[in-house]
């Protein structure tokens, strides 16, 4: 509502007086206000802030006056009354001097400012005033309070006297009043009856008047309080009585409110009672109560001290409260707090220390509630003696508090909107978001041919979306639009605002006329004829239809009250506007749909019909007269009606309806009057001959019910005209504010399935309920209230403790203004579950379901039920706690609802939660027969803390089973510390709940990054491998020590036979990428664990099923047969293909020559993982062809993707050899290279394949190492693999698998794959004499490894020519033509792997 900004201003004054102000005070126009010391009268002007005039009382008069004490201004503004210690009243006059300003503005030379227009002298210039004494009145008593009435003056003495001293003739007006003599009792009837106080000597210590009650608040020395009034308007003894309160006998202060016809009482005990007047019965009607809490202020709630100021904002939506020790805080009008100066950054310095609090001594409003003047008791006293002659003129303690508000609070007309708007006196303050982005369609669903082209979104399908959540709530800032600074010197200040439904324009109101801003195109619309916003002073506040602005003002010169529209997009001229004359003063505007409803000073409604005319270039909105409704009967002063608007609520719902479009049309009037809010509904119970006539007007004259209350203490009144089937409930309700009672919500009730309805259930119902933001708007959909809320930041840190004097940066923080919001729907859904209207509650739950915050709207109900009755002192006779959880079992999200519930919840509340949900391992259960693994791992939580350690680790044992299958790795980590803290209890505290993390396909081989690998190794130290026992011991590395040093323990060795289960489950199914995967990401070791399972879950069953499985996993396209392979050049040793796969293979890296051996692919793989490496799709925009840029997952599969990069061709690709001089690629050559680069798999499954093949050499299971061989047709590996047979004793069963494998591939590509024929040709030698070692061999009962001989191969006298040849070669031919040359290589390759790993490439290390 009311939010400081910023820091507050310290006046400066010119006086010499050594005095510190008393009393501040604004005149009624709050144009000057009046700063009062012990012998000196000053008035300043308000903007800006100066003074005018000063009178100083001489010492002779002060001896016999006294000093000052109060002041009073005259409604006028022409006077000003003093009261004096020693009883006297003196009265000065303000006399203007004509066409004298001590102050003008200055302006640039070649400003566009124009001094010459009308009323320029008036508003912007500082004028002269005198200012004398005119008159001297002796009371002789003390003056206890001042008080001024219209034309009257009424004092309150200490002898128990009232004067009304009249302002013009005070000798002859005067008249006196004893209280002794006013009738006092509880009621009405009781005062007439004549029962006195009985007390002489009680006086009156503190009193204001309320022009709405007509009567006087006061409070009397004894600490009791009254309401005096008259029986007719006039003041004398024998009309007055009294009324008075029992419940309050240590009031201090008090102060009224005329708008809502409310009496603030301070006490001592540092509250305000707040109370009312009944009408009926005359009694002081207790309304509600501000006061500290001890839950939001447990250090200073009770040591306040008492009362000392209370002041109502100018529009009376807001009031200040300080206290005698210091601080002060501001409540909305029925009690919600809005800021408070007792706690946080307003009592703690930035390192701890404690300040002073703020003691204020007198305040004053200033215009429209956007300043607030207070004397600094503080700085009185803490400056009195540090102030010399020189800063004399300069030091003040009156401090100017700048303050933002809601449009609410003067523009009520606005509460229809979804935006958040406040105003400032130079600013407003939008949550719209950037209008430039797209507009949310949901509000322009009406009416969208009315519609400028430009405000609709490019994105919109005219239906309802979410973009205006995300727009209204897409982060915290605000967007802040200066006013137009030519507008703002000369109406300030601002009195009305309104923004368009879609957030696209603004309006703003000042002193004359209006302007308005877009911010599509971020500039101002001013009036061009500077006459016409003059002329023109708008009353009754202004609104957006469509893209026309509607308000109601007075035309200052024709003296006429006048409805108009202007047209958004043209100029700000009269000429383009709307005019209708209106027969009285215009308070209230609204529009709804195409109606305008106005409230007159006449407490009469009228209702007028909108409608858009095209007139050329410029069309106008012409206004009609529908209805008039005269209120007068119900509203005792106009001035009460805090808002009225038009609304389709009505006591039926739209189902119940006989005809449902009427649940759109205009069926009330909600008016709030005094805080009171009152409905006025369509009397439709007639027969309505007028719905079938032919005009659709005629309906519209159905006469309006008698008035009904519907809520007492609304502030604010929020509604739409929207219609939505699956949200109706939110749409058709009416939501009220009423501040420190919360909020309420009178809900309609709709039969399930369109059903009858039963006769005892209502229409609707009222659900009241507390949320912790005060709501400034209402996304209906959405179930969100939009706020804004006050913050503070601490800047004390720029100044030292040792300065003269502290400045107001470090006495006060910089304030600033957050958007805030809230969720309201769980709310809703418990109270309707309270009054068992479940049914009611599972219709709005599931229209809500799709909200993204719909699981935390459940959890939060379920919570704050579960806080409420588990801390609960008493026995709760009906709790609600078992409702709320069978509800929750209505969605699919009860189980993260109950677990997310408990996770939050303390321990102790858990046998109280799940006594009523249900047992956690029944739930855990559910969880895992949902896939749900996330979930139970929550539960799992919960059971190590309320079960035995067996059950967990029972629960713990599924769920890991389930998480290995689910290949949940993260999961499966966390599961893997549980486990081990249940049996080692080192855990003192569950780990936390695990998220899902999925890894990508290449982060399965993650774990290779940590292992490492000796590349330097020979074939002779792989042959070695097969002399070690087959036992646990063989296991080595880092990770292999960590498992050696828990084998004792029986809980690691328990996980660890849970992970051998499931790695030999993934061997026998031939998951080889899951397989790999596994070990990655679970720190398996998986070559130890190969080794012992070498002849049994790791031996190959079927080579050709294991070979498709291969291909299938690892998207590995299988070989072709090209057409032109009998006469390819590459058959004849043109080019040398080696080269050309070497480059496919290794393009982006450093042309290095690579070995011909396995190890030879090893290494580069090692080598180019760190250049461009296999972890995600980011990293392969190193990779200079285009063919691997390519998705991972998409083989190369076409013959297309070279032809189709030509420049690759022309350039690259011809300078592959450093050798060859020059090269051109005929049509057959190119068509051959793109078939090899066909039978290429994704480059991420050969990294990965040739990881795999490294394994299994290492674990020496040679059969595995023959299929992935055969994949990447890598005859250097089966070379490699045949000769640690020949040279090994290896068993002779494993030889003879090997030779019935390859028998059975050979079979199987003669039929079925013939792309295959080739590889096995040049592989064949190899496989004979493999047949012969097999049958030569005896087969061993049990596999004895010895040491191999080293294999050595004697090099061909030209392989220094050869060296191109890779490892990596796929092609048969060339497969052939080099068989010979392995070992020559590989020494030579090792010693350039050594010296490239050492520049820091990879670090690699074998275990």
Request: hydrophobic share 40%.
């Amino acid at each position: 509502m009311y939010f400081l900004s910023g820091w507050p201003k310290r006046l400066l004054c010119p006086l010499e007086s050594m005095e510190q102000p008393l009393h501040i005070q604004a005149d009624p126009q709050k144009t000057f206000f009046t700063v009062l010391f012990p012998s000196q009268l000053s008035i300043w002007y308000s903007r800006p802030s100066v003074l005018i005039v000063s009178y100083k009382e001489p010492s002779k008069s002060t001896s016999q006056f006294g000093p000052y004490k109060g002041a009073e201004w005259r409604p006028n503004s022409t006077m000003i009354a003093v009261s004096t210690v020693n009883g006297y009243i003196l009265f000065f006059d303000l006399l203007s001097a004509r066409e004298k300003y001590i102050y003008e503005p200055v302006y640039p030379k070649g400003s566009s400012h124009v001094k010459g227009t009308l009323h320029y002298k008036e508003e912007q210039c500082v004028p002269s005033l005198n200012l004398h004494m005119k008159k001297v009145l002796d009371l002789q008593a003390s003056i206890s309070s001042l008080q001024c009435m219209v034309e009257d003056l009424l004092v309150a003495t200490a002898d128990g006297f009232l004067h009304l001293i009249h302002w013009d003739g005070m000798t002859n007006g005067r008249k006196v009043i004893n209280l002794c003599t006013v009738p006092f009792s509880v009621d009405l009837q009781s005062s007439r009856a004549g029962s006195f106080l009985g007390f002489e000597d009680v006086h009156i210590r503190d009193m204001e008047y309320c022009a709405t009650l007509n009567g006087f608040a006061v409070v009397f020395n004894d600490g009791r309080i009254g309401f005096i009034t008259s029986i007719s308007s006039r003041f004398t003894a024998e009309q007055l009585y009294g009324v008075c309160s029992q419940d309050v006998v240590d009031g201090t202060c008090v102060a009224v409110n005329n708008k809502y016809r409310l009496m603030a009482f301070g006490c001592a005990n540092g509250s305000v009672q707040v109370y009312t007047m009944d009408i009926t019965t005359g009694v002081m009607q207790f309304s509600h109560k501000l006061e500290l809490t001890p839950k939001q202020y447990p250090d200073i709630w009770n040591k306040t001290g008492p009362v000392k100021l209370i002041k109502w904002s100018p529009d009376g939506c807001a009031v200040m409260v300080t206290w005698e020790f210091g601080g002060m805080s501001l409540w909305s009008v029925f009690g919600a707090q809005l800021i408070c100066t007792l706690g946080g950054d307003f009592v703690y310095r930035s390192d701890g220390t404690k300040k002073d609090p703020l003691k204020i001594t007198s305040m004053s409003w200033g215009s429209e509630g956007y300043h607030l003047w207070v004397i600094d008791g503080n700085f009185s006293q803490n400056t009195k003696c540090k102030r010399d002659a020189k800063n004399e003129a300069h030091q003040f303690s009156i401090l100017q508090f700048q303050f933002i508000k809601s449009v609410l609070t003067v523009n009520p007309c606005m509460s229809n909107q979804e935006q958040v708007l406040l105003q400032g006196e130079d600013r407003l303050y939008l949550n719209c978001g950037d209008a430039k982005r797209v507009q949310s369609p949901r509000n322009t669903s009406l009416h969208s041919e009315h519609k400028p082209a430009r405000g609709r979104s490019p994105f919109s399908d005219g239906g309802l979306d979410s973009r205006g959540l995300s727009t209204l709530l897409g982060h915290r800032h605000w967007h802040v639009v200066q006013i137009h600074s030519t507008y703002l010197e000369s109406n300030w200040p601002i009195r009305f605002s309104a923004i368009d439904k879609l957030g696209q324009n603004v309006a703003v109101v000042g002193k004359f006329g209006f302007a308005h801003y877009s911010l599509l195109t971020e500039k101002w619309k001013l009036f061009g004829n500077i006459v016409q916003e003059q002329n023109m002073m708008v009353t009754g506040g202004l609104a957006w239809w469509n893209d026309f602005i509607v308000l109601a003002c007075y035309n200052l010169n024709d003296h006429q009250e006048e409805l108009r529209t202007y047209l958004q997009t043209s100029n700000l001229d009269n000429t383009f506007a709307y005019i209708t004359k209106v027969q009285a003063a215009t308070l209230l505007l609204s529009v709804f749909r195409d109606i305008v409803i106005l409230f007159r000073a006449d407490c009469s409604i009228c209702l007028y019909s909108i409608e858009r005319r095209p007139d050329g270039l410029n069309p106008t909105a012409s206004v009609q007269v529908l209805q008039e409704v005269s209120m007068s009967r119900y509203i005792p002063h106009p001035f009460l009606v805090v808002s009225v608007t038009l609304t389709s609520v009505r006591t039926e719902t739209s189902i119940s309806l006989k005809m449902p479009q009427q649940a759109c049309e205009a069926e009330s009037i909600m008016l709030n009057l005094a805080g009171q809010l009152i409905m006025l509904q369509r009397d439709r119970s007639g027969l309505q001959i007028r719905e079938k006539d032919n005009n659709p007007n005629q309906r519209k004259f159905l006469p309006f019910c008698a008035p009904v209350v519907l809520a007492q203490s609304v502030e604010n009144v929020w509604t739409t005209c929207r219609l939505e089937k699956q949200k109706h409930h939110l749409l058709e309700a009416l939501w009220l504010s009423c501040g420190g009672a919360g909020m309420k919500v009178w809900l309609p009730l709709f039969p399930r399935d369109h059903r009858k309805p039963h006769s005892f259930l209502s229409r609707r119902i009222m659900l009241p309920f507390h949320i912790n933001i005060y709501p400034l708007a209402v996304l209906f959909e959405d179930a969100l209230f939009l706020g804004a809320v006050n913050d503070t930041v601490l800047y004390d840190c720029l100044y030292t403790q040792t300065s003269t004097r502290e400045h107001l940066e470090v006495l006060f923080p910089f304030c600033i203004v957050e958007r805030t919001s809230q969720i309201y729907l769980h709310h809703i859904l418990r109270q309707l579950l309270v009054r068992n209207l479940g049914e009611q509650a599972l219709l709005l739950a599931h229209s809500c379901a799709t909200l993204p915050y719909f699981p935390h709207v459940l959890e939060l109900m379920l919570h704050e039920v579960l806080e409420e009755e588990a801390t609960s002192r008493e026995p709760i006779p009906d709790p609600l706690l078992p409702t709320v959880a069978k509800f929750i079992t209505e969605f699919p999200l009860f189980l993260q609802t109950v677990v997310h519930c408990a996770r939050k919840t303390e321990y102790a509340l858990w046998n109280y939660l799940f006594a009523a949900v249900g047992n956690p391992k029944d739930l855990f259960e559910e969880c895992l027969m949902a896939q749900d693994l996330d979930t139970a791992a929550s539960y799992l939580i919960i059971l190590q803390n309320m079960e035995a350690p067996t059950v967990s680790r029972q629960h713990a044992t599924l769920l890991f089973n389930t998480a290995l299958e689910r290949e949940k790795w993260d999961l499966c980590r966390h599961l893997i510390r549980f486990l081990k803290a249940i049996g080692s209890r080192e855990l003192e505290t569950p780990p936390a709940t695990p998220t899902l993390q999925e890894p990508s396909l290449s982060g399965g081989f993650e774990f290779f990054r940590h292992r490492s690998i000796s590349l330097s190794q020979s074939a002779e130290n792989l042959h070695s491998k097969f002399n070690l026992q087959k036992t646990l011991s063989m296991i080595s590395g880092p990770s292999g020590k960590r498992w050696i040093t828990d084998c004792d323990c029986a809980e690691n060795m328990y996980i660890d036979m849970m992970l051998w289960r499931h790695a030999r489950h993934l061997l026998e199914e031939i998951k080889l990428k899951d397989l790999g995967c596994f070990a990655a990401q679970l720190s398996f070791e998986l070559i130890g664990w190969l080794r012992k399972e070498r002849t049994r879950a790791a031996c190959v069953e079927d080579f050709v099923i294991a070979l498709k499985k291969l291909h299938e996993d690892f998207l590995w396209p299988f070989p072709v047969i090209p057409a032109s392979s009998i006469n390819s050049p590459f058959k004849t040793g043109m080019y040398r293909t080696g080269t050309f796969l070497n480059v496919e293979m290794d393009t982006g890296v450093p042309n290095i020559p690579r070995s011909h051996s396995w190890l030879g692919t090893i290494s580069s793989s090692q080598r180019e993982i760190d250049t461009i490496s296999f972890y995600g799709p980011p990293m392969q925009d190193a990779v200079l062809s285009p063919l691997l840029n390519k998705d991972d997952e998409c083989s190369i599969g076409s013959a297309t993707d070279l032809t189709e990069t030509s420049s690759m061709v022309d350039g690259d690709w011809t300078m592959v050899d450093e050798n060859s001089s020059s090269l051109s690629l005929t049509q057959s050559e190119l068509e051959h290279l793109s078939l090899e680069l066909a039978c290429k798999g994704p480059r991420k499954s050969q990294v990965q394949l040739q990881y795999l093949l490294h394994i299994f050499m290492e674990a020496g299971c040679l059969d595995w190492c023959i299929i992935i061989g055969f994949i990447l047709r890598e005859s250097s590996v089966i070379n490699q693999i045949f000769s640690i047979m020949q040279s090994s004793d290896i068993d002779g069963e494993i030889c003879q698998n090997i030779k019935t494998g390859l028998h059975a591939i050979d079979k199987w590509a003669s039929t079925d794959c013939p792309g295959y024929k080739p590889f096995l040709n040049i592989i064949k030698p190899q496989i004979q004499k493999l047949s012969e070692i097999t049958e030569e061999r005896v087969q061993p009962e049990a596999f004895q490894p010895v040491n191999p001989p080293n294999v050595t191969e004697q090099a061909s006298p030209g392989v220094e020519e050869s060296m191109t040849l890779s490892s990596h070669c796929t092609n048969p031919q060339s497969d052939a033509a080099n068989s010979s040359v392995i070992r020559h290589e590989e020494d030579k390759s090792t010693t350039e792997e050594k010296d490239s790993f050492q520049e820091g490439s990879y670090d690699c290390t074998v275990s």
